[in-house]
């Protein structure tokens, strides 16, 4: 899974087994500048921003990408447990 970006990091903090939650860290200066967590009644990973950060199009499309790879993973964690 891609966790380094042009801008930014996405540093694993916790994993239940079931779902992640994750650090989105700015590469230049180590601010954090929010997470990605499991959002339980969307039941998707939603980003979750720090206050007063400005992103450009390229870090939400960065973002966009790592939730997007968050969901395939999970899609095929579960088509595992359930061929099982």
Same mark, same amino acid.
């Given at each position: ?5 042009? %801008? ?5 903090? /916790?994993?239940?087994?079931? &779902? *992640?939650?994750?650090?989105? #860290? ?11 967590g499991w ?5 998707? %990973?939603?980003?979750f921003t720090?206050? /007063?950060?400005?992103?450009? &199009? *390229?870090?939400?499309?960065? #973002? ?18 359930q061929s099982?």
């Amino acid at each position: 899974m891609k966790t380094e970006y042009k %801008y930014m990091t996405m540093r694993l903090i /916790n994993d239940s087994g079931k &779902t *992640t939650v994750w650090d989105i #860290i700015n590469r230049r200066s180590g601010i954090v500048l929010g997470g990605i967590g499991w959002y339980s009644p969307w039941r998707e %990973y939603v980003f979750f921003t720090t206050p /007063n950060i400005a992103f450009n &199009t *390229t870090c939400l499309s960065d #973002i966009q990408d790592f939730i997007k790879q968050l969901m395939d993973e999970r899609k095929e964690k579960l088509c595992l447990k359930q061929s099982e």
